[in-house]
């Protein structure tokens, strides 16, 4: 079946520089789609959206990045700090309201 | 405004034991999901509730599995008799709207079945 997935399982930054995070989705009636960021104890927390008739939105410190050609989402952190060591999803909402996870990517901020 | 909410965020059971969670969407959020994090794997959706009404439970795993939500309020998920596999975490979700909107989620039950 079709499903959204991460490039990396985990990624390793120094802190101030800018992250990366890469996601591949498979399903072209995805017209949502969400990054979400999961600290340790808690549940998965918003960080932004951005929809299918959109290719760029930002936020603060955040840029979602959408390449529907190639299925491709990415989320860019700026100036990476220690309280973004989390484990970070990308969702997608397709025609319906079920969220499709993948697998997640745990980022390490190195001081 | 409040978070979703969920309780108890810990539960440890033994296998054929029944363990009830609960789950308090956020206030005016119709819409209420219940999704499933199983160790080591992505987050899967169980089902959606509008309002009172089960719209959608195609991702409950089994008839051991039950989902109520009356009233419209709160929902509760009761696992019974639970199994090993059964074992993970269980978060709660809400939205306003059921398609395209932000789901906000509560902090998760994590269940441990020994």
């Known amino acids: 079946g079709e499903s959204v997935g991460l490039h990396l399982p985990t990624l390793s930054v120094q802190e101030g520089d800018n992250s990366i995070i890469n996601c591949a989705y498979s399903?072209?009636?995805?017209?949502?789609f969400i990054w979400y960021k999961q600290e340790s104890g808690k549940g998965p927390q918003f960080i932004i959206d951005i929809r299918s008739n959109m290719d760029k939105r930002q936020g603060q410190r955040v840029t979602v990045l959408l390449n529907k050609t190639v299925k491709h989402l990415s989320l860019q952190i700026a100036a990476t700090q220690p309280g973004d060591s989390a484990v970070y999803f990308c969702?997608?909402?397709?025609?319906?309201?079920?969220?499709?996870f993948g697998a997640g990517t745990t980022v390490t901020v190195r001081a | 405004e409040a978070g979703v909410t969920q309780f108890p965020s810990h539960s440890v059971i033994e296998k054929g034991q029944t363990v009830t969670l609960r789950c308090d969407p956020i206030s005016g959020h119709d819409n209420l999901y219940w999704y499933r994090r199983v160790m080591g794997k992505e987050i899967k959706f169980l089902l959606h509730f509008v309002k009172e009404s089960k719209q959608d439970e195609s991702g409950m795993p089994n008839n051991r599995f039950l989902a109520e939500r009356t009233g419209g309020t709160y929902s509760t998920l009761k696992v019974q008799p639970a199994e090993l596999e059964d074992s993970g975490v269980y978060f709660c979700?809400?939205?306003?709207?059921?398609?395209?909107?932000?789901?906000?989620f509560g902090p998760g039950t994590r269940l441990t079945v020994l």
């Open positions: 979700a809400s939205s306003r709207q059921p398609s395209g909107d932000t789901q906000y």
């Open positions: 969702a997608e909402n397709p025609w319906d309201y079920k969220l499709s």
């Open positions: 399903n072209s009636a995805s017209d949502y």
